[in-house]
């Protein structure tokens, strides 16, 4: 009976290490768009748990027990940091752990709005081949065996997002002056605005936590209506409510709907990054452009 079971033992300990062996690096990743990155980067050597998935906000997001469970069992974690997780810092000290942890946006040269760090660094594609280079770069440190395949993918990945920022670069070039302002529900196209030259506008802030004033959304309402140029958007991860009041108070109409802060769900025109990126901008052009 002894002899049978320390077989037994002996047998799932043998069973456990051969799996842990194979077992791929767990990494979590704070927001949908990071994890998006994430997996261009690690391919099969790594399994990717995103904590704010597609269509949410990051901005107003309360991790959950399974958020905790996950960071506690991650060898590597992502965030994207400019303060735009307020809950990970939290997250991660509660919920224990030998995770390392890496910030995407180290190296990112921030965009100050009225003083506070805008954290929508990913907006403009330049800033992410800088966090698909960090993304590399971490995880070649936890795990350098599969160093070489972790820069191979980065490199192949960072040719696609240049190739997405020259076309965008030629078709913004075109547009005339008077035909670059955009109107959002929250201000997360900073980097955006400044990477081809446009103007948004937006009634509530880089966090979508603050509600506007009647006098600010009343200001804003007489500024377009004065200047009569502006593309309406409405958001994926925020309410059209002010939008839509915007448009009818305007007469503008809403151009469509971009995805700010997260990816869209299955399905969606927004699964991934780059998709992301060419659904904004062709939506973008689509409703700046003139009539002709
Ligand atoms: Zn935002």
Same mark, same amino acid.
């Given at each position: 009976?002894?002899?049978?079971?320390?077989?037994?033992?002996?047998?799932?300990?043998?069973?456990?290490?051969?799996?842990?062996?194979?077992?791929?690096?767990?990494?979590?990743?704070?927001?949908?768009?990071?994890?998006?990155?994430?997996?261009?980067?690690?391919?099969?050597?790594?399994?990717?748990?995103?904590?704010?998935?597609?269509?949410?906000?990051?901005?107003?997001?309360?991790?959950?027990?399974?958020?905790?469970?996950?960071?506690?069992?991650?060898?590597?974690?992502?965030?994207?940091? !400019?303060?735009?997780?307020?809950?990970?810092?939290?997250?991660?000290?509660?919920?224990?752990?030998?995770?390392?942890?890496?910030?995407?946006?180290?190296?990112?040269?921030?965009?100050?709005?009225?003083?506070?760090?805008?954290?929508?660094?990913?907006?403009?594609?330049?800033?992410?081949?800088?966090?698909?280079?960090?993304?590399?770069?971490?995880?070649?440190?936890?795990?350098?065996? =599969?160093?070489?395949?972790?820069?191979?993918?980065?490199?192949?990945?960072?040719?696609?997002?240049?190739?997405?920022?020259? =076309?965008?670069?030629?078709?913004?070039?075109?547009?005339?002056?008077?035909?670059?302002?955009?109107?959002?529900?929250?201000?997360?196209?900073?980097?955006?605005?400044?990477?081809?030259?446009?103007?948004?506008?937006?009634?509530?802030?880089?966090?979508?936590?603050?509600?506007?004033?009647?006098?600010? !959304?009343?200001?804003?309402?007489?500024?377009?209506?004065?200047?009569?140029?502006?593309?309406?958007?409405?958001?994926?991860?925020?309410?059209?409510?002010?939008?839509?009041?915007?448009?009818?108070?305007?007469?503008?109409?809403?151009?469509?709907? !971009?995805?700010?802060?997260?990816?869209?769900?299955?399905?969606?025109?927004?699964?991934?990054?780059?998709?992301?990126?060419?659904?904004?901008?062709?939506?973008?052009?689509?409703?700046?452009?003139?009539?002709?």
């Amino acid at each position: 009976m002894k002899g049978f079971l320390s077989g037994l033992v002996l047998f799932a300990l043998t069973v456990t290490s051969s799996i842990a062996a194979a077992d791929p690096i767990k990494v979590v990743a704070s927001f949908s768009i990071l994890g998006d990155m994430v997996r261009q980067v690690t391919g099969d050597h790594a399994t990717v748990t995103t904590i704010v998935g597609p269509d949410a906000d990051a901005h107003v997001y309360q991790p959950s027990t399974g958020d905790a469970v996950a960071v506690a069992g991650a060898d590597v974690i992502f965030v994207n940091g !400019l303060g735009f997780e307020t809950w990970s810092d939290a997250l991660i000290e509660n919920a224990g752990g030998n995770g390392e942890v890496f910030v995407a946006t180290e190296g990112v040269t921030p965009l100050r709005v009225e003083g506070e760090i805008d954290p929508h660094a990913w907006n403009a594609l330049t800033n992410g081949v800088i966090y698909v280079n960090n993304i590399a770069a971490g995880m070649a440190k936890v795990d350098p065996e =599969n160093a070489g395949d972790y820069r191979a993918n980065a490199d192949a990945y960072i040719a696609k997002l240049r190739k997405v920022h020259d =076309n965008a670069k030629k078709a913004f070039s075109a547009l005339p002056k008077n035909r670059r302002t955009v109107v959002t529900a929250h201000d997360a196209f900073g980097y955006l605005a400044q990477a081809y030259g446009l103007d948004f506008l937006a009634p509530v802030g880089i966090d979508t936590e603050a509600e506007p004033s009647a006098k600010e !959304l009343a200001g804003l309402i007489a500024h377009l209506k004065k200047t009569g140029a502006g593309a309406l958007f409405v958001e994926n991860i925020t309410s059209p409510v002010l939008v839509e009041q915007i448009s009818r108070e305007t007469g503008l109409k809403i151009g469509g709907r !971009l995805f700010s802060d997260a990816l869209s769900e299955k399905g969606g025109p927004a699964t991934s990054y780059v998709a992301m990126f060419e659904h904004n901008l062709e939506a973008l052009i689509t409703a700046l452009k003139p009539e002709s």
